[in-house]
């Protein structure tokens, strides 16, 4: 049982069948032919619904539309500039949020006191979904990205702040006397051992909350009257049944949100904690 | 002038259900460069004992001395090797933990690296200083244990059944590789085990412990040539001695 | 005996927090510094509350959310359970549909809601959908998984003490998996509980907890928000604590197949 597993199931585990190690070309070719047939037959079944026309054509498009809006919204730069605005609002939000969370964590698992003061806050605030807060803030701080940044930040923060919490706690007895034994004192003990015993949890912790932040992200952005932004564009494009750019849009939400929980921490972990065999890859 | 003496060390731990003693009254003494094993069935406090002499746990009664001064807490006159394989840190390599202790003294780079690599030449591992630990087999973990244990050359070495979790072939090995460092360092050590023919090979003296309250039974001089010859007459008899009184202790149970 | 009195001793330094918290929210409500409808004091929260339970209208948004979620997870258990343990069990029913999923799983549930509105119409339909697809995908690769990692040891058992496939499948695979299924009903349960409250605000008109929320904000009641925030906590808190955590008591950690929960 891996740490990731303890801490959350669910982070994807599905890729296990995209990513069979293939040995030759040929397997290769089989493999990804394989990965993608059910996505042709897919396809292929939504084709024969739009082309029927047994929905109107506008909230009905078919794949080629689909497709065509994609290629167009891109070239004409509308697609770019609606996802790096939301790209822009999630770093800044989940930067809040990993600095913020980390500090908290550590100061819980570290000090009895930081510990009776954030741990009734954290059970009564964390369990109610960080979206039940976008009016609350909307109404505190006005519309825009201030309020959008700060709701990103403040609900995605939990995670990190329970992982790390967990991780601080769950560092082995023996490597702090083993440390104590070799004459480390309280700050080299922290820096030394603490720190990087706790670390696959840490990482865990920004995993979830970078997830958490991009689902909440563009939810935010549908209500919280932005110009630019993923969430704004769909959400706007109800207005003329666009349903092609809601589409094009979806699919791109769904790119970066893979993007995001598959590499962003890929590279990071394996060079600390996967290299250490303290997390399974 | 003994090296480290005990004197009268008693704790009692608090549990739910009421105080229970987990050693008492123990009193032996050890030399300088002495091999001292403590000998004992599970649950008889000798990992206790050796946890409260690495300054880990206090004693409710009863003091230590280690070179004339008493021990209030965990110090580096003192190396300590685990049970437990998972006590080297993961995220450092296998030279980067025998310099842990040279680091924590303040000792440059290229001074501590220089220590370590003899350390872990001593201990057979100088081909795998790159490695991290969960690469190394348990075997290999340990002794680079052992090597962290001495590089900050302490007089002590406390060791906690540190081959207990090892296979029978792997073990021996071990144990040979032991005494040879043992024999090389000269550091006084205190050795816990439940291995009765561990002890005969090992220590120059034995000291039996005995279960509820853990207490001291006997000591066992062993003044067998070395390298000792685990299939010697000597030896057995020495086996046997000990059994006797561990065994002894069984029956009345 | 010690133990009891750590516990005693946090729960004190606890309410000592919450009190404290509490003071300094009623103070900077009072200071006069924020417009009052913008930070109603505890009491107008407690007294909004108390009228809402009252006159039923509480009850009522909490039935539809509670409703709607229901639906949506129980739709989201029928399917995915089944298609789930198929996929465990068939590497022709896994080949199919893994990559779907993997592919489907990263969209936000939410990020549905504008396109089902334009399908499906405001309302009902659409809400229990995105609530739908939020939990069945923690449900089906949770099932998935759990299913393939059935101990064989237990298969061969199993197998040589004369279980049929019949017998294999309800006596030993599906509790063998069911730590699984349990965690992958909890992970759903949440999903869907954030995701019905996310769409009432954008989906559904008139009834709801997250409509209410966000209509509230139009008329700046804030006592009204905080006051049904209080009560989606307080929601999650049974579903999560009591109903899944005497699910957890009866079955898997009765059977010491998982510790207790880790907080």
Redesign the interface.
């Known amino acids: 049982m891996t740490l990731r597993d303890?801490?959350t199931?669910?982070t994807?585990?599905?890729?296990?069948?995209?990513a069979t190690p293939a040995r030759g070309i040929g397997d290769r070719l089989r493999s990804a032919a394989?990965?993608?047939?059910?996505?042709v037959?897919?396809g292929a079944m939504w084709e024969i619904v739009a082309h029927l026309g047994i929905f109107p054509p506008r909230?009905?498009p078919t794949l080629e539309e689909v497709a065509a809006t994609f290629v167009r919204l891109t070239v004409m730069g509308i697609l770019p500039h609606h996802a790096l605005e939301t790209l822009a609002r999630l770093s800044a939000g989940f930067a809040l949020a990993a600095v913020a969370g980390v500090v908290i964590g550590i100061a819980m698992g570290r000090s009895r006191r930081a510990e009776?003061?954030f741990?009734?806050?954290v059970?009564?605030i964390a369990?109610?979904?960080?979206?039940?807060?976008?009016?609350?803030f909307?109404?505190?701080f006005g519309l825009g990205n201030f309020a959008t940044v700060l709701l990103v930040g403040f609900a995605s923060s939990f995670a990190v702040i329970?992982n790390t919490w967990?991780g601080v706690k769950a560092v082995?007895e023996?490597?702090v006397?083993?440390?104590?034994?070799?004459?480390?004192?309280n700050r080299?003990l922290f820096r030394?051992?603490i720190l990087?015993?706790a670390?696959p949890y840490i990482f865990t912790g920004l995993r979830l909350g970078m997830a958490q932040a991009?689902?909440i992200l563009?939810?935010v952005e549908?209500?919280a009257g932005v110009q630019w932004g993923l969430?704004w564009m769909?959400?706007g494009?109800?207005e003329f049944?666009n349903?092609d750019v809601?589409?094009a849009?979806?699919a791109v939400?769904?790119?970066i949100?893979?993007v995001l929980?598959k590499h962003v921490f890929q590279r990071l972990e394996d060079y600390?904690?996967v290299?250490?065999?303290?997390m399974e890859q | 002038m003994p090296h480290i003496e005990i004197r009268d060390v008693s704790l009692i731990y608090d549990t739910p259900s009421g105080s229970v003693p987990g050693v008492q009254g123990v009193s032996f003494s050890i030399e300088p460069s002495e091999f001292l094993c403590i000998v004992g069935p599970s649950g008889c406090g000798k990992s206790t004992l050796l946890n409260i002499i690495a300054g880990f746990l206090m004693p409710t009664g009863g003091e230590i001395r280690i070179g004339g001064k008493i021990i209030t807490g965990h110090g580096m006159d003192r190396g300590v090797v685990f049970q437990d394989f998972a006590q080297l840190f993961p995220w450092r390599t296998a030279l980067a933990n025998v310099t842990f202790g040279l680091e924590m003294k303040g000792i440059s780079k290229a001074e501590r690296e220089k220590i370590a690599l003899e350390q872990l030449r001593l201990v057979k591992l100088d081909k795998f200083v790159r490695s991290y630990p969960h690469h190394l087999s348990g075997g290999m973990q340990q002794r680079v244990a052992i090597a962290r244990a001495l590089a900050y050359n302490p007089s002590v070495l406390l060791m906690d059944e540190p081959f207990a979790a090892l296979d029978a072939l792997t073990r021996d090995e071990m144990q040979r590789l032991l005494a040879d460092v043992w024999r090389e360092t000269k550091k006084t050590v205190i050795y816990v085990t439940h291995n009765v023919a561990e002890a005969v090979y090992l220590a120059d003296r034995v000291v039996v412990m005995t279960p509820h309250p853990g207490t001291v039974k006997t000591e066992i001089p062993i003044r067998l040539a070395r390298p000792r010859d685990p299939l010697s007459v000597e030896f057995l008899e020495h086996q046997k001695e000990l059994l006797r009184h561990l065994g002894g202790e069984a029956g009345k149970a | 005996m010690s133990a009891n009195t750590e516990r005693m001793r946090s729960y004190r330094r606890a309410a000592v927090t919450l009190l404290v918290v509490a003071a300094l929210y009623e103070a900077s409500a009072r200071s006069g510094y924020f417009a009052p409808a913008l930070l109603p004091t505890l009491p107008t929260i407690g007294r909004t509350l108390f009228a809402m339970l009252l006159d039923g209208s509480m009850l009522g948004h909490a039935l539809y959310t509670f409703y709607r979620v229901m639906f949506g997870f129980g739709l989201a258990i029928v399917v995915a359970l089944p298609l789930g343990i198929l996929m465990g069990r068939f590497r022709t029913v896994e080949g199919f549909f893994l990559p779907l999923a993997s592919a489907l799983m990263p969209v936000p549930s939410l990020a549905w809601v504008p396109v089902f509105i334009l399908w499906f119409g405001l309302g009902n339909t659409t809400t229990v959908l995105v609530v739908f697809y939020a939990a069945t995908f923690p449900m089906l690769l949770n099932t998935w998984s759990g299913v393939r990692s059935v101990n064989p040891l237990w298969l061969r058992a199993a197998g040589t003490m004369g279980a049929d496939e019949n017998a294999m499948f309800w006596k030993v695979i599906i509790p063998g998996a069911s730590p699984f299924i349990i965690t992958g009903m909890r992970q759903a349960f949440l999903r869907a509980w954030i995701a019905v409250v996310g769409a009432e605000m954008i989906a559904a008109s008139n009834w709801g907890l997250g409509w209410v929320i966000f209509d509230a904000k139009e008329f700046l009641n804030t006592d009204i928000m905080l006051a049904s925030l209080a009560v989606i906590g307080f929601i999650g808190f049974v579903f999560e604590r009591l109903v899944f955590g005497s699910l957890e008591r009866a079955t898997i950690q009765r059977w010491g197949m998982v510790r207790a929960a880790k907080s």
Do not use: N
């Not at chain 1, 006397?177 to 004192?185: C, K, N």
């Open positions: 303890a801490v199931a669910e994807a585990r599905a890729d296990v069948a995209l394989l990965t993608a047939y059910p996505f037959v897919v909230l009905f009776d003061i741990l009734p806050l059970s009564i369990p109610i979904p960080g979206i039940a807060y976008a009016p609350l909307l109404l505190w329970i967990t082995k023996i490597w006397r083993s440390a104590q034994s070799m004459g480390a004192d080299r030394l051992v990087p015993g670390l991009w689902r563009v939810v549908m209500l969430g769909i959400f494009a109800r049944l349903t809601m589409l849009g979806v939400i769904g790119i949100g893979l929980e600390t904690v290299r250490w065999g303290m």
